[in-house]
DNA sequence: AACAACTTTCAGTATTTCCTGAAAGTTCTG
DNA sequence: CAGAACTTTCAGGAAATACTGAAAGTTGTT
């Protein structure tokens, strides 16, 4: 003899359960692209959440403190993941996401490629410049490694470029779905 | 009063600075994505020597014990990024890192799918699944959101799978040379 | 079978990374 | 200006991650 309709709270608890294993997922699929946990949280939770939260929401939520909330969302907030909303007549932060994936998927090429990427290429090209004037085989293949590595790189570079041209956020779905048919 | 010409020893120092910093960057970077710095050091240093390494030529190199150096060797072919090469009349097992970048790149491209992205689609499907019967607000934007990034990685997945055909290994840069033009 | 050459494992420890919480800082309000 | 509301910082502690080294395992040789 059970509710023929489940209640409102059994629905909300299931609904609670699947945001927390998306939250929980999405901290572990972070961790595995060198993303700290809780940042990768908090956006997941900002992502599924429709009105913006404020530190005090996300602590009670995730279960963190203040400090680790703030700094995390200052982090997001750096990548351009996140924004801060303010509210007439209330001193409180609150935060949003973006949340058009296509947009998301932009900022996040755009970051890495100027936080790794370019740097990356810089170091390289200062490896390729030290050995420049050796001729040893060990040097000239070292030289022809990190050339070849450095191309790679500044191809990457140029291509994720146009990718992730912000004008293009309506083109790119398009242009991809096209070509994963 | 100095040598006209800089020494053999003098080279060789320079050279091993050069591939030293080459090395630590490359762990520095792996750090960066998620991989653990003695790993992406290992490939570094396997991807600028010709001749196949010895574990104890890679603990001597990076000073690091036995059991790090096995380990590590191990995961790295596990990824197929490193195979193992044994010598006619040696019991020893060498090391060689596949040096084409753009087949590295493959490589990496098809583990990182595996890994990492397919069991996140599975994990979003199985959110989706949960909340598919409940019609609150608040389940419907979850949905919804939850649907477009499942969408996004299958897309992602799809464009992935394509660029990485490890017979494309040779077409690949020519067209991806060209996009960067 | 005994030994040598080499590989593998893993308990304990070191290191890195992350988080907490409380104190100090800032901004607003009456 | 005093106090309330909120944000920021950061020293010290906790947790996650990686590393060591030695013992056990494997394979080959005499």
Not at 56 to 79: F, K, P, Q, T, Y
Not at 127 to 142: G, H, P, Q, T, Y
Request: charged residues 30%; hydrophobic residues 40%; proline residues 3%.
């Amino acid at each position: 003899m059970s509710k023929p309709t489940p209640s409102q709270s059994e629905e909300a608890l299931k609904l609670q359960e699947a945001r927390d294993e998306f939250v929980a997922q999405w901290g572990t699929m972070g961790s595995a692209w060198g993303v700290n946990r809780t940042m990768a949280q908090i956006h997941a939770l900002l992502m599924i959440t429709t009105r913006p939260l404020s530190t005090d929401d996300i602590m009670e939520d995730l279960r963190i403190s203040r400090g680790n909330a703030h700094m995390n969302l200052r982090e997001l907030v750096g990548w351009g993941l996140v924004r801060s909303v303010i509210r007439k007549g209330e001193r409180k932060e609150f935060f949003e996401a973006e949340k058009d994936v296509w947009k998301m998927f932009c900022i996040i090429i755009r970051e890495r490629k100027r936080r790794e990427i370019q740097p990356a290429i810089a170091v390289l090209k200062g490896c390729i410049e030290r050995v420049n004037a050796l001729k040893s085989d060990e040097a000239e293949a070292f030289s022809t490694q990190t050339k070849a590595l450095c191309k790679f790189m500044e191809t990457a570079d140029s291509v994720l470029s146009r990718v992730a041209r912000s004008e293009e956020s309506t083109v790119l779905p398009w242009a991809l779905n096209y070509l994963a048919r």
